[in-house]
């Protein structure tokens, strides 16, 4: 396909006289005045990898002010323990939490609307244990409240217009996403876009028909002002759930930007896959949420 086949193409998808989201290689469509930047971090230490992959983008001053209400976002959703790589490790999600403490932030939340049941999940994920550490009263670790779900008009949706988002995730100074990677039996992978059906409520169920272009959709509302995304362990196989140990591989890698859709495109390649066979990736760039070429993000080893 050449370029002029591709601008013509994704003119009718978004034009809506095509339904389904292009599947290629993105090489040469708008071409960015600047660079997305990724940072990338590797090493055992997981505390100090969060210090590490946040260096190259400023720290987290960058994106933290004083007074600053916070939402950290991660994968609590299965009773899961840490070692099967369904949820964000709790040792990233304890050191984010420092983190944004030093900057003095006024609050900082951290939930997730799991699939099993939440005080399993919760405990087994490990995050409880490191988060009843904090004697900090800014840190709020909590169940979401379902009266705190309100319907918001998804105006650019394509799939989607209405939908019920956590108010607290709306209404936060600055909203962070911290997914873990790992397989999906539905949208192949699940990272950044996908850790965001966390903050819906209602039957989420309605999500899996045309997933990627709901979670693109979901995405234009749902802007987090930073991605970290965990890869120090990757589910290969049997997500999200997962279980078997034997799935799962041990990367010891971090991975941040402001970029959500670049932290995606580039997450995909753990994996041996390309960006463009993630649907969710495909349609949130072509909503210029973000960049999925490769060749365009410029990638710094912290």
Known sequence: MNRREFLQQISLWSAGMT?????????????????????????????ALVSRVLKPLGGIAAFVKPSDKVVIKPNIGWDRNPGQAANTHPLIVKAMVEQILETGASEVKIFDRTCNEERRCYVNSGIKEVMDRFKDKRVK???????????VDIERGKAVTK????????????????????????SRLTMGLKN?????????????HDLGQKLADLATVIRPKLTIIDATRILLANGPQGGDLKDVKIL????ASTDPVAADAYTTTLFGLKPEDIESTVAAYAF??????????KVIKA
């Open 19 to 47: 339904l389904s989201v292009p599947r290629f290689v993105i090489a040469e469509t708008r071409a960015a005045e600047t660079k997305p930047l990724l940072s990338l971090a590797t090493g055992k230490d997981y505390e």
């Open 141 to 151: 670790f909590f169940h979401p409240d379902d009266r705190k779900f309100i319907p």
């Open 163 to 186: 939908l019920e988002i956590y108010q607290d995730a709306l209404e936060a100074d600055c909203y962070i996403n911290l997914p873990i990677a790992k397989h999906h039996s539905l």
């Open 196 to 208: 965001s059906m966390g903050v819906l409520g209602g039957r989420r169920g309605g999500m899996h």
């Open 252 to 255: 010891d890698t971090l991975l």
């Open 288 to 297: 210029g949420l973000g960049e999925i070429d490769l060749q365009k993000i």
